[in-house]
Structure formats: C-alpha cells, structure tokens
C-alpha cells in the first residue's frame, strides 16, 4: 500500500492548480498540463512510452501533468508524484541525463512554487530578482538539486532590470 494517499493528491492538483496554463518565456512558450489529475492517476509505465521493461526505480511514480517547452521542440517531461516518499519528480525518456529528475520534496510544495511562478511570469515580472532566493525558501531541500533552480535563475536573468 502506498504511503501516500495518491487520491488525496490527486484533488488537490485539481483543486489548487490551472488544468492548464502557458508562460512566455523571452517568445519561448512554457505550457503545462495538469489534465492528466482529472482522473485516476496512472503509473508511469501504464503510458506505454517504452519499447523495454519499466525499470523498478520508476514503478512508483503517478503521472498528474506534462511540462512542454517550445511546443513540442523543446523539453516535454511528464509530472509525477512517487508514491512511496511524496517526491515529486520529473520524467523525460529522451533526457541525456537519468529521466528521473527532482523538482520539489512534497505536493504542497510544488504547488507552492508552481504558484509562485505563475505569479511572477503572469503579474509581478519586478519580482523575478527574488525568484530563486524565493524558490529556495519554499524548498531548501531540494533547491540545489531541483529543475526549478535553473528555472528560477533563468528567469531571474531575463528578467533583470
């Protein structure tokens, strides 16, 4: 049995988070798609994304969006939740590194900085100069290794006055 409650989870993507929702990026679109939480949500090898065996370190994993960069020239993970630690994670077959990548040590932690994000990229462009101090303070254990450091920075020195 799970030590996460993967419906509990679930709701609260749909609850806190947009369906959908795109961020320009310097011309650059940044789309994400939480669609996928309107439903039961499905291992990651239930997608079929692989013509080999799900390796077990993946097992664990519950897809609830999909990030897509450049419409579809860039990046295009899917968002996923570890079942067993709460982790949540990103997973890109086609990355040159492992697939499997951090983006925040809870749900609510992600939904907090994805909300941050969304702020600063649609409302307050000022405030990207404390988007990476803001991104660490929301999750200190995961802002060295995470997705969103680079994210943060990048958009902090697009942004820069």
Excluded: Q
């Excluded at 499905?42 to 609830?64: K, Q, S």
């Amino acid at each position: 049995m799970p030590a996460i409650d993967i419906e509990a989870a679930r709701v609260e993507v749909t609850e806190k988070l947009p369906i959908r929702t795109r961020w320009n990026l310097d011309g650059t679109p940044w789309d994400w798609d939480f669609s996928r939480s309107l439903r039961s949500l499905e291992p990651i090898g239930a997608l079929g994304l692989f013509g080999t065996v799900v390796l077990d370190d993946w097992r664990p994993l519950r897809v609830f969006g999909e990030e897509a960069v450049g419409e579809g020239g860039g990046a295009h993970p899917f968002v996923c939740m570890h079942a067993e630690t709460g982790l949540v994670l990103g997973f890109d077959i086609e990355r040159d590194k492992s697939p499997v990548f951090l983006l925040n040590t809870s749900l609510a932690r992600f939904i907090a900085t994805f909300l941050l994000f969304d702020h600063v990229l649609r409302a307050e462009r000022a405030a990207a100069r404390e988007l990476p101090a803001r991104v660490r303070e929301i999750d200190a254990d995961a802002f060295g290794e995470s997705e969103w450091r680079e994210a943060a920075d990048y958009v902090e020195a697009l942004y820069r006055a």
